[in-house]
């Protein structure tokens, strides 16, 4: 559903200290980890990290982003 350099905003029913009002950001990547009980591989989480716009890098799962679709003028 989302891929990296993707606009989203943080849906209303999450908070994070650090997130900025605007809610906005950009994904920088998906998270991956390591589960040793399946082949030592990396899967899929389902939470991307995304750089906000003040900058800092927050991590959430994809059921609280929505695509922003510039080009709508969303």
Partial sequence: MFKKGDFVRVKN???DEEMPPSRLGHIVEEYKTIFYNVDDKKVPTG??????????VLKF??????KINV???E
């Fill in 71 to 73: 080009s709508d003028g």
């Fill in 61 to 66: 799962h994809e059921m609280f982003l929505e």
């Fill in 13 to 15: 029913n999450t908070h």
């Fill in 47 to 56: 939470i991307w990290r995304v750089f906000m716009t003040n900058g800092k």
